[in-house]
């Protein structure tokens, strides 16, 4: 046999070698040479809010995020994640064999941006039932009345505008009125004290010459409450009979955002419920005896609360994952109201705060994530 029919033996021989390895590789499988055995490998897909972040395997450099680390032998990994300028997240994650393990990391600035949404004294800061609008309450003597942040999607990302829906006028200050959501977010209603005049209002635009509703403010929020009841009727339709009975045994039960998913008190530990998934998570990390309000983050994967609020003193906003771990520390300081509101994309937190020591007077306030 010649030596060029002998190379071409071997050249053809160490690519399909290479060819079996390459499919091997890519099956799931890897050598242990201390072991010295084949086994089967896991998967771990990371991606980050913001995305450019370095992932740390057990210490160690491994990639960025948004890609595969591959060929890991199961296992508990300790997983870094870290990007300059903004919080790290850490988690111990199990990878299994023939099995992708997914990350998905929300990175918060280390010192989040503080802007003025609005200098206008705002007394009253009330959130509509789907938390993605809120009435304002104006006494500024040249804008007093009430006015509506409202949310709108735009090409390059969710903006917000501030517009009037009501002004007050000499015989009716709208703004000292008490402010009464439609469960649809569609309608307003404002009843005037102490004449109990009601006025139901569109917050879609300036609302001109108003005239009082002919049903009482018992009337038409219990029409309002018959519809809430009807939506939660139609959510729990979807439940199994096990998930119901977690579900009615539950207290301060909050749907997310996507509607599959519920967060729910029970003796005294909030828990997560993944109708997706099945799974029930228990929500660590909570500062209890502090804790002010605790409600779901717009994605749907997050919570974020208010803990240590001392109204016109202090407060503190944290956003977490949903097993309360990697908790970060959003905001810390001056809160004149224990309501919040995220814009839908999370980027925005809007508060209400003054740092003027001599005024009482609020400004609206909101924090730049992102």
Same mark, same amino acid.
Request: glycine share 6%; hydrophobic share 35%; aromatic share 10%.
């Given at each position: 046999?010649?030596?060029?029919? $002998?190379?071409?033996?071997? /050249? %053809?021989?160490?690519?399909?070698?290479? *060819?079996?390895?390459?499919?091997?590789?890519?099956?799931?499988?890897?050598? +242990?040479? =201390?072991?010295?055995?084949?086994?089967?490998?896991?998967?771990?897909?990371?991606?980050? $809010?913001?995305?450019?972040?370095?992932?740390? /395997?057990?210490?160690?450099? *491994?990639?960025?995020?948004?890609?595969? %680390?591959?060929?890991?032998?199961?296992?508990?990994?300790? $997983?870094?994640?870290?990007?300059?300028?903004?919080?790290?997240?850490?988690?111990?994650?199990?990878?299994?064999?023939?099995?992708?393990?997914?990350?998905?990391?929300?990175?918060?600035?280390?010192?989040?941006?503080?802007?003025?949404?609005?200098?206008?004294?705002?007394?009253?800061?009330?959130?509509?039932? !789907?938390?993605?609008?809120?009435?304002?309450?104006?006494?500024?003597?040249?804008?007093?009345?009430?006015?509506?942040? *409202?949310?709108?999607?735009?090409?390059?990302?969710?903006?917000?505008? %501030?517009?009037?829906?009501?002004?007050?006028?000499?015989?009716?200050?709208?703004?000292?009125?008490?402010?009464?959501?439609?469960? !649809?977010?569609?309608?307003?209603? %404002?009843?005037?004290?102490?004449?109990?005049?009601?006025?139901?209002?569109?917050?879609?635009?300036?609302?001109?010459?108003?005239?009082?509703?002919?049903?009482?403010? #018992?009337?038409?929020?219990?029409?309002?409450?018959?519809?809430?009841? !009807?939506? #939660?009727?139609?959510? =729990?339709?979807?439940?199994?009979?096990?998930?119901?009975?977690?579900?009615?045994?539950?207290? #301060?039960?909050?749907?997310?955002?996507?509607?599959?998913?519920? /967060?729910?008190?029970?003796?005294?530990?909030?828990?997560?419920?993944?109708?997706?998934? #099945? @799974?029930?998570?228990?929500? =660590?990390?909570?500062?209890?005896?502090?804790?002010?309000?605790?409600?779901?983050?717009?994605?749907?994967?997050? /919570?974020?609360?208010?803990? !240590?609020?001392?109204?016109? =003193?202090?407060?503190?906003?944290?956003?977490?994952?949903?097993?309360?771990?990697?908790?970060?520390?959003?905001?810390?300081?001056?809160?004149?109201?224990? +309501?919040?509101?995220?814009?839908?994309?999370?980027?925005?937190?809007?508060?209400?705060?003054?740092?003027?020591?001599?005024?009482? $007077?609020?400004?609206?306030?909101?924090?730049?994530? @992102?």
């Amino acid at each position: 046999m010649s030596k060029r029919r $002998i190379f071409s033996i071997l /050249l %053809i021989t160490v690519c399909l070698v290479i *060819a079996v390895i390459a499919v091997f590789l890519a099956s799931g499988y890897s050598l +242990n040479f =201390k072991k010295k055995q084949i086994v089967k490998t896991g998967m771990i897909y990371a991606t980050s $809010i913001p995305d450019g972040a370095s992932i740390f /395997l057990n210490g160690d450099l *491994a990639s960025a995020t948004n890609t595969t %680390i591959s060929n890991l032998e199961p296992g508990t990994y300790q $997983i870094k994640i870290t990007k300059n300028g903004y919080s790290t997240w850490q988690k111990d994650i199990v990878v299994r064999a023939e099995l992708v393990s997914q990350i998905e990391a929300l990175l918060l600035p280390s010192a989040p941006e503080l802007k003025v949404a609005t200098y206008d004294g705002v007394t009253k800061f009330t959130l509509s039932p !789907d938390n993605i609008k809120v009435a304002l309450a104006i006494t500024d003597e040249a804008k007093a009345g009430v006015w509506i942040l *409202a949310f709108n999607n735009l090409p390059f990302g969710t903006g917000y505008t %501030i517009k009037q829906i009501i002004k007050d006028t000499p015989e009716e200050k709208f703004s000292q009125g008490e402010t009464v959501w439609s469960t !649809d977010g569609q309608n307003v209603l %404002i009843t005037l004290l102490p004449s109990n005049s009601n006025f139901l209002l569109d917050p879609s635009h300036l609302n001109e010459n108003p005239t009082p509703t002919k049903d009482g403010k #018992e009337t038409i929020v219990a029409g309002w409450q018959q519809e809430k009841d !009807d939506l #939660e009727n139609q959510r =729990k339709k979807q439940l199994t009979e096990s998930e119901l009975k977690i579900y009615s045994e539950g207290q #301060e039960n909050q749907w997310s955002p996507n509607s599959l998913k519920f /967060l729910f008190k029970k003796d005294g530990i909030y828990f997560s419920y993944s109708l997706e998934d #099945e @799974r029930l998570t228990e929500v =660590k990390n909570l500062e209890l005896a502090s804790l002010q309000s605790i409600g779901w983050y717009p994605d749907s994967k997050h /919570l974020i609360t208010i803990e !240590d609020y001392v109204e016109g =003193k202090n407060g503190k906003m944290s956003v977490m994952e949903e097993d309360g771990e990697n908790k970060t520390n959003a905001y810390e300081g001056k809160m004149d109201s224990a +309501n919040i509101l995220v814009s839908p994309d999370g980027k925005k937190i809007f508060l209400l705060t003054s740092f003027n020591l001599s005024s009482n $007077i609020s400004s609206l306030y909101y924090l730049n994530l @992102r």
